[in-house]
């Protein structure tokens, strides 16, 4: 199987996650706004079409695919039985919602003790996800083919947090405590706003399933490019030489 995609991000995010499961081949064509994970322009799409086709017949063994790690997430509820559970590409957000009070989170590392989050909220993001709200946040700019975790806060009311890497194989876990002054909402991916009352829990970690993208030239060619392209990338007028 493969998917065509003729649209932005969104359009994107949104094939992946028709699949909980394993994902077919996505061949992305921008369409849209923005397009940092199109790198095929809308006056490539005959060509996009025709190596769609090779590949789906099995007649080219040049093309360069990115495996994007997705992040597996569950929401227990505070008797540990299990609530919901998404795929996500980009990321999950646990923050305060609509309370005027700071979010109160207890996050583990491999049941291990981490931080308490004491902000208005904490990012988990996948490296494909670390140039979106994580970024803005900011949050270190990770290459899609590093197999890593991204923990980024919003907004901590402390002078020591900042964004941390982990890698792909650990277990991260967060939960609303008893004595947090407010409940907690989680979103994955933007979508499917859930309220966490005090004692559910939010648990991440790399999803089985990642989702394969066809690339234009190579796995950091096409990023470098569009980190250029989108955001200027350490864009500043050259010193001139010392006479």
């Not at 086709?53 to 299990?82: P, V, W």
């Not at 583990?108 to 988990?124: E, K, S, Y």
């Not at 991204?150 to 947090?161: A, D």
């Not at 909402?185 to 859930?194: I, L, M, N």
Request: charge should be neutral; aromatic fraction near 8%; hydrophobic fraction near 40%.
């Amino acid at each position: 199987d493969l998917i065509v995609t003729l649209g932005g991000d969104g359009l994107l995010m949104y094939a992946a996650h028709v699949f909980s499961g394993p994902v077919p081949p996505i061949l992305p064509v921008a369409g849209g706004s923005m397009g940092f994970l199109t790198p095929f322009a809308r006056e490539e799409m005959f060509d996009a079409i025709l190596i769609s086709l090779a590949l789906a017949f099995g007649r080219n063994n040049q093309i360069c695919i990115s495996m994007r790690m997705r992040l597996d997430c569950r929401i227990f509820g505070s008797d540990g039985t299990l609530k919901s559970r998404y795929n996500v590409l980009n990321e999950v957000v646990i923050d305060r919602g609509s309370s005027p009070y700071l979010a109160s989170l207890e996050c583990f590392c491999d049941d291990v003790h981490l931080t308490t989050v004491q902000a208005d909220g904490i990012i988990f993001s996948t490296p494909t996800g670390s140039t979106a709200y994580s970024m803005a946040a900011g949050g270190s700019v990770v290459h899609p083919a590093v197999p890593a975790i991204l923990v980024t806060p919003i907004c901590p009311h402390v002078l020591s947090f900042r964004s941390m890497v982990f890698p792909d194989h650990v277990v991260l876990r967060c939960y609303v405590p008893s004595d947090a002054r407010s409940t907690a909402c989680v979103y994955f991916d933007g979508k499917h706003r859930t309220e966490l009352n005090r004692g559910d829990s939010v648990q991440i970690e790399m999803s089985a399933h990642p989702v394969p993208t066809i690339n234009r030239a190579d796995h950091s060619s096409d990023w470098l490019s569009s980190l250029k392209r989108n955001f200027n990338f350490n864009t500043r007028v050259r010193q001139n030489p010392l006479r």
